[in-house]
C-alpha cells in the first residue's frame, strides 16, 4: 500500500512539500531518543515513525549510517558505531529532518570508552633444575607487550598463549624472575612470578661400616641414628687379650634395681632391616650403632657404674665405645644438619602387644590430662623431647608431638602398628608395666634444654612385631611412620622414592 502511495505522489509530484499540506500535521518519530553503546563495534536500529520524507545525518565521524534517508520500504534507522580505542567514552549525534518543511528529530548517540580486560593463567611457574616449556594462557582484548628480565627466560607469543621456555639451571641455588604482561597505552599490566629449581647436588656417599671393640658403626647422610644395644647373642670375647667378664648382680660398682641380662630377641635382625628399608625408601643412610656382644657382659643402656661389671676391663671398653661413638655421631649430625633424632630399639615381653614409645615420662605422668601435661613446664623439660616442642616447624605444642594426630603413635597407627602413648592409647595405664626410656634416651636427648636440638626416642617393640614371619612388615611399618614424623615435625627433607 505504501509503495502505491509513494508512486502516485511521484506520478503527481506530489509530496509533503505541496503547497496545500498543512505543515502543522507533519512528524518524523523515533522509537528511541538516545542509545548507549559499548566501546566495540556495533549495529544498531532504531524504528521511524513519518508520514513525510525524511534524510539522516551525522557530523561524527566514527558513527556510519547505513539508512541515509527514507523509502517507502523503510520504517527503520540503522547505523553502526566504530571501535572506541580510547578509554574515554565519548557522543554524537544523529540528525533526522525534513528540510523543506523545517522538520528535525535527533537521536543522541553515546559510546562508552574501551574498558581492557586481562585474564593469566596461571599467575605463577615453577621450573625443575632441568627447565622446559610451560605455558601461560592469556586472554586480553588488547595488543599486549611481554618483558622478562632474566636470560635464561625466553618466550613466544601466540593468539591466546605465551609459551616460556626455560633454559637449564647450572648454579645450586634456585632463581626467580617476573614475566610482566602489560599495555603503556591502557596502563595495565600483570605478573607472573616465575621459579626455578637449583641444579640436584647429587651427594657422593660411599657409607664406611667400621666395628671396633663389639660396636658395629655404620655412617649415615641423614640426622637419625637407629641404637640396638640388646640385641646380640655373641657370647663372651676379648680386646687386646683381656677377657670380657660376666655381669652378675653382685658384681656391679653400683647396685641396679632392674638388673638384667635379658636378650631383646630379634631386635638385631629388626634395626638391621629398617636400615636396610631406610636406604630402599629413601636412597639415605640413617646412622646406626649396634653392640656385638651379649648383654651377659655389658649392658650399653644403663649407666657405667651399672652396666660394666667390677674389673671388667674389656667390658668398660665396649661400654666407652658405644657411647662415643653415639656421641660422636649426634655431633656430627647437629653440626651438618642443626638437628638430629635418636631411635633407641628394644623389646619388651609384656602381655598387651604394642609398642612402647619412652619419652623419660613415668606411666604415672602419662596419666595426666593434656592440660595438666602442657600447663606444667617440668613435664616439657623432663621428656626426651623436650627442644622439639620449641622448635618443631608447624609449632605443635607438647601434647600433640607426645601422642597427639602428630606424634609418633599417630603414624605408628596409620602403618598397622599399635602402641602407647598415642591418640588411642594416650597412657598405659597405672597397672600396666611400662618402658619409659633408659640411660641412652635420657644421655642423648634434648630434656631440660628448651634450645635443644637433637632428641632421643625409645622403642620397646613387643613379642608379636618381633616373630621372624613379622620383621619385614615391622620394619617397613617403623620407616614409614618415622619418615612421615620426621617429615612433619624437623627441617631437613628426607626424600622418599616413589
Same mark, same amino acid.
Given at each position: 500500500?505504501?509503495?502505491?502511495?509513494?508512486?502516485?505522489?511521484?506520478?503527481?509530484?506530489?509530496?509533503?512539500?505541496?503547497?496545500?499540506?498543512?505543515?502543522?500535521?507533519?512528524?518524523?518519530?523515533?522509537?528511541?531518543?538516545?542509545?548507549?553503546?559499548?566501546?566495540? =563495534? &556495533?549495529?544498531?536500529?532504531?524504528?521511524?515513525? %513519518?508520514?513525510?520524507?525524511?534524510?539522516? =545525518?551525522?557530523?561524527?565521524?566514527?558513527?556510519?549510517?547505513?539508512? *541515509?534517508?527514507?523509502?517507502?520500504?523503510?520504517?527503520?534507522?540503522?547505523?553502526?558505531?566504530?571501535?572506541?580505542?580510547?578509554?574515554?567514552?565519548?557522543?554524537?549525534?544523529?540528525?533526522?529532518?525534513?528540510?523543506?518543511?523545517?522538520?528535525?528529530?535527533?537521536?543522541?548517540?553515546?559510546?562508552?570508552?574501551? #574498558?581492557?580486560?586481562?585474564?593469566?593463567?596461571?599467575?605463577?611457574?615453577?621450573?625443575?633444575?632441568?627447565?622446559?616449556?610451560?605455558?601461560?594462557?592469556?586472554?586480553?582484548?588488547?595488543?599486549?607487550?611481554? &618483558?622478562?628480565? %632474566?636470560?635464561?627466560?625466553?618466550? *613466544?607469543?601466540?593468539?591466546?598463549?605465551?609459551? +616460556?621456555?626455560?633454559?637449564? &639451571?647450572?648454579?645450586?641455588? *634456585?632463581?626467580?624472575?617476573?614475566?610482566?604482561?602489560?599495555?603503556?597505552?591502557?596502563?595495565?599490566?600483570?605478573?607472573?612470578?616465575?621459579?626455578?629449581? %637449583?641444579?640436584?647436588?647429587?651427594?657422593?656417599?660411599?657409607?664406611?661400616?667400621?666395628?671396633?671393640?663389639?660396636?658395629?658403626?655404620?655412617?649415615?647422610?641423614?640426622?637419625?641414628?637407629?641404637?640396638?644395644?640388646?640385641?646380640?647373642?655373641?657370647?663372651?670375647?676379648?680386646?687386646?687379650?683381656?677377657?670380657?667378664?660376666?655381669?652378675?648382680?653382685?658384681?656391679?660398682d653400683e647396685t641396679d634395681p632392674s638388673f638384667s641380662t635379658t636378650l631383646d630377641t630379634r631386635t638385631l635382625s629388626l634395626s638391621r632391616l629398617i636400615d636396610s628399608v631406610f636406604y630402599a625408601k629413601t636412597g639415605k643412610h640413617p646412622y646406626t650403632v649396634f653392640a656385638k656382644v651379649s648383654r651377659k657382659y655389658v649392658d650399653l643402656n644403663r649407666?657405667?657404674?651399672?652396666?660394666?661389671?667390677?674389673?671388667?676391663?674389656?667390658?668398660?671398653? +665396649?661400654?666407652?665405645?658405644?657411647?662415643?661413638?653415639?656421641?660422636?655421631?649426634?655431633?656430627?649430625?647437629?653440626?651438618?644438619?642443626?638437628?638430629?633424632?635418636?631411635?633407641?630399639?628394644?623389646?619388651?615381653?609384656?602381655?598387651?602387644?604394642?609398642? /612402647?614409645?619412652?619419652?623419660?615420662?613415668?606411666?604415672?605422668?602419662?596419666?595426666?590430662?593434656?592440660?595438666?601435661?602442657?600447663?606444667?613446664?617440668?613435664?616439657?623439660?623432663?621428656?626426651?623431647?623436650?627442644?622439639?616442642?620449641?622448635? &618443631?616447624?608447624?609449632?605443635?605444642?607438647?601434647? /600433640?608431638?607426645?601422642?597427639?594426630?602428630?606424634?609418633?603413635?599417630?603414624?605408628?597407627?596409620?602403618?598397622?602398628?599399635?602402641?602407647?602413648?598415642?591418640?588411642?592409647?594416650?597412657?598405659?595405664?597405672?597397672?600396666?608395666?611400662?618402658?619409659?626410656?633408659?640411660?641412652?634416651?635420657?644421655?642423648?636427648?634434648?630434656?631440660?634444654?628448651?634450645?635443644?636440638?637433637?632428641?632421643?626416642?625409645?622403642?620397646?617393640?613387643?613379642?608379636?612385631?618381633?616373630?621372624?614371619?613379622?620383621?619385614?612388615?615391622? %620394619?617397613?611399618?617403623?620407616?614409614?611412620?618415622?619418615?612421615?614424623?620426621?617429615?612433619?615435625?624437623?627441617? #631437613?627433607?628426607?626424600?622418599?622414592?616413589?
Amino acid at each position: 500500500m505504501k509503495k502505491l502511495i509513494y508512486l502516485l505522489l511521484a506520478v503527481l509530484t506530489i509530496s509533503c512539500s505541496t503547497p496545500d499540506i498543512d505543515k502543522s500535521t507533519l512528524y518524523i518519530g523515533l522509537s528511541k531518543q538516545s542509545v548507549t553503546a559499548d566501546f566495540e =563495534s &556495533n549495529r544498531y536500529t532504531v524504528g521511524v515513525t %513519518a508520514n513525510c520524507s525524511w534524510v539522516a =545525518s551525522t557530523a561524527d565521524e566514527w558513527i556510519v549510517l547505513e539508512t *541515509e534517508r527514507s523509502t517507502p520500504d523503510s520504517e527503520e534507522l540503522s547505523f553502526t558505531v566504530a571501535y572506541n580505542e580510547s578509554s574515554n567514552s565519548r557522543k554524537g549525534l544523529i540528525v533526522v529532518k525534513n528540510a523543506e518543511y523545517d522538520i528535525v528529530t535527533e537521536l543522541s548517540v553515546s559510546q562508552k570508552g574501551f #574498558t581492557p580486560t586481562l585474564t593469566i593463567t596461571p599467575e605463577s611457574l615453577i621450573f625443575t633444575s632441568d627447565g622446559g616449556t610451560r605455558n601461560i594462557d592469556v586472554e586480553a582484548n588488547f595488543e599486549y607487550e611481554v &618483558n622478562i628480565a %632474566a636470560e635464561w627466560l625466553s618466550f *613466544e607469543k601466540s593468539e591466546r598463549t605465551l609459551s +616460556v621456555v626455560a633454559k637449564a &639451571n647450572a648454579e645450586s641455588l *634456585e632463581r626467580a624472575a617476573e614475566i610482566v604482561i602489560s599495555s603503556e597505552k591502557y596502563s595495565i599490566s600483570q605478573i607472573v612470578r616465575v621459579t626455578q629449581a %637449583a641444579k640436584e647436588v647429587v651427594e657422593l656417599f660411599d657409607r664406611d661400616t667400621i666395628i671396633t671393640n663389639y660396636v658395629e658403626y655404620r655412617t649415615g647422610n641423614v640426622p637419625i641414628i637407629f641404637s640396638a644395644p640388646h640385641g646380640s647373642t655373641v657370647d663372651g670375647g676379648s680386646i687386646d687379650g683381656v677377657k670380657l667378664i660376666k655381669r652378675t648382680k653382685d658384681n656391679m660398682d653400683e647396685t641396679d634395681p632392674s638388673f638384667s641380662t635379658t636378650l631383646d630377641t630379634r631386635t638385631l635382625s629388626l634395626s638391621r632391616l629398617i636400615d636396610s628399608v631406610f636406604y630402599a625408601k629413601t636412597g639415605k643412610h640413617p646412622y646406626t650403632v649396634f653392640a656385638k656382644v651379649s648383654r651377659k657382659y655389658v649392658d650399653l643402656n644403663r649407666k657405667r657404674a651399672r652396666g660394666v661389671p667390677k674389673n671388667g676391663t674389656a667390658n668398660g671398653v +665396649v661400654w666407652d665405645t658405644y657411647h662415643a661413638t653415639i656421641a660422636a655421631a649426634r655431633e656430627e649430625m647437629t653440626s651438618k644438619y642443626g638437628e638430629g633424632l635418636l631411635l633407641d630399639i628394644h623389646g619388651h615381653g609384656h602381655s598387651i602387644k604394642r609398642i /612402647e614409645i619412652g619419652y623419660m615420662l613415668t606411666k604415672e605422668e602419662l596419666d595426666l590430662t593434656d592440660t595438666q601435661l602442657i600447663s606444667d613446664e617440668k613435664y616439657v623439660l623432663k621428656s626426651s623431647i623436650c627442644g622439639l616442642v620449641n622448635r &618443631n616447624k608447624n609449632g605443635y605444642n607438647f601434647a /600433640e608431638l607426645l601422642r597427639g594426630t602428630y606424634s609418633l603413635g599417630y603414624y605408628f597407627s596409620r602403618y598397622d602398628l599399635s602402641s602407647v602413648p598415642s591418640p588411642s592409647a594416650k597412657s598405659p595405664g597405672s597397672s600396666n608395666p611400662y618402658f619409659n626410656g633408659g640411660y641412652i634416651t635420657s644421655t642423648y636427648d634434648s630434656s631440660n634444654d628448651t634450645a635443644g636440638t637433637f632428641d632421643a626416642i625409645q622403642l620397646e617393640f613387643d613379642s608379636k612385631t618381633r616373630e621372624s614371619k613379622n620383621l619385614q612388615k615391622t %620394619a617397613e611399618s617403623v620407616v614409614s611412620a618415622v619418615l612421615d614424623y620426621f617429615d612433619k615435625h624437623y627441617n #631437613t627433607t628426607i626424600p622418599k622414592n616413589e
